[in-house]
Nanobody, 127 residues
């Protein structure tokens, strides 16, 4: 059974940095994508970033490009999200997710592309 455990959230000020970690257990991942999504109060869960577990190719939503960086450590079965220059609008619960690559090649950016989810970690950015 696959389990994803996130850590690294917290309360920071605007302009600060945080690094989220997601440790995956229960199987090895090859033709998979690791993703980060977030959900702010009263809003739907949205895509933030994703990475092809094998090739390391990354994808980002426009609002975090240049500020966030997703990476993975295959040996540790861990996906990271480095968040720099944080803004109050980044405040949300951040969820780690893993899913199969689309057609064995493409990284999904929608919730339906991911079938394993973590419990979420709160990130709060004060102004």
């Amino acid at each position: 059974q696959v389990q994803l455990v996130e850590s690294g959230g917290g309360l920071v000020q605007a302009g600060d940095s945080l690094r989220l970690s997601c440790i995956a257990s229960g199987r090895t991942f090859s033709r998979h994508a690791g993703g980060w999504f977030r959900q702010a109060p009263g809003k739907e869960r949205e895509f933030v970033a994703a990475i092809n577990w094998s090739t390391g190719t990354t994808y980002y939503t426009d609002s975090v490009k240049g500020r966030f960086a997703i990476s993975r450590d295959n040996a540790k079965n861990t996906v990271y999200l480095q968040m720099n220059s944080l803004k109050p609008e980044d405040t949300a619960v951040y969820y780690c997710a893993v899913g199969l690559l689309i057609s064995g090649v493409y990284v999904g950016t929608e919730l339906r592309h991911y079938n394993y989810w973590g419990q979420g970690t709160q990130v709060t950015v004060s102004s």
